[in-house]
């Protein structure tokens, strides 16, 4: 079974940054990915970055250029910096890693951005 943790949320002005940690325990293949989605109040879940265990990342148009995921394999950690954030990037951000079998979540980190 695989664990989650996020953590790095809270309260920021705009313009501002935050950065997010999640942390993977348990059974992990060496070949995953793993990824930030973030869902806003009312809105439907949406993939923020990708990285795979290979180096290769992935960004929302939304969020390129102001977020940059990146990974410790020898930690099973995640982390997604984020940058020039705005009011619209006010969401609940959850960590979530992809293996041949399996899909798992995290518990989500409140990130709010004031105006």
């Known amino acids: 079974q695989v664990q989650l943790a996020e953590s790095g949320g809270g309260l920021v002005q705009a313009g501002g940054s935050l950065r997010l940690t999640c942390v993977a325990s348990?059974?992990?293949?060496?070949?995953?990915?793993m990824a930030w989605y973030r869902q806003a109040p009312g809105k439907q879940r949406e993939l923020v970055a990708t990285?795979?265990?290979?180096?290769?990342?992935n960004y929302a148009d939304s969020v390129k250029g102001r977020f940059t995921i990146s990974r410790d394999n020898t930690k099973n950690t995640v982390y997604l910096q984020m940058n020039s954030l705005a009011p619209e990037d006010t969401a609940v951000y959850y960590c979530?890693?992809?293996?041949?079998?399996?899909?798992?979540w995290g518990q989500g980190t409140q990130v709010t951005v004031s105006s």
């Open positions: 348990g059974i992990i293949s060496s070949i995953n990915v």
């Open positions: 990285t795979t265990s290979g180096g290769s990342t």
């Open positions: 979530n890693l992809l293996q041949p079998r399996s899909s798992s």
